[in-house]
C-alpha cells in the first residue's frame, strides 16, 4: 500500500526496531502511530512501551482508545486516539498532524513534559514504595 499511495520516501513501516536502534527511529520520525487492537482472542496491549518512549522522545503520537492507553493520552493534548480496528481514522489523524505542524509540535512537546512529571522510574518506583509501606504497615 505504501507504495501504490506513492508515499514510500515519507512513511516507514519499521518492524522489529532493536532495542539501542530505538531512539535513532524516534529522532527521526514526526509521527509515531501505535494501532492497537483486540484480537480473535480478547488479547490487547496494555499500555505498550513503545507508546510510552515515543511520548518520552516527544513526538506526536497516535494511538488506538483501548485498554491502557486512554489513561495516558488525552486526546488532543498530547496525542491523537483512534477507534481500534478503524484504518480510516488512524488515516485521517495522520493527515491531520502532517498538516498542522504546529498541533504536531504542540502535542509531542506535551507529550514530554508529561512523561516527565509523570512516568520517569524515579516517579514510578516512588509511587510503588508508597504503596508497598502502606501493605507493609497493615
Known sequence: KIYDLGVSKTVLLAGNIKRDELQLYFSGCDILVVPSIKD???NVDGLPNVL????SSGRAVIA???AGIPNVIKNG???LLTEPGN???IADAIV???DDGPLRRKLGT???RQCLNRYTWKISGGKYAIGLKAIIER
Open 64 to 66: 488506538s482508545d483501548i
Open 52 to 55: 510510552m518512549e515515543g511520548l
Open 77 to 79: 493534548i498530547n496525542g
Open 87 to 89: 484504518p480510516q481514522q
Open 40 to 42: 480473535n482472542k480478547g
Open 96 to 98: 491531520k498532524l502532517v
Open 110 to 112: 506535551e507529550a514530554r
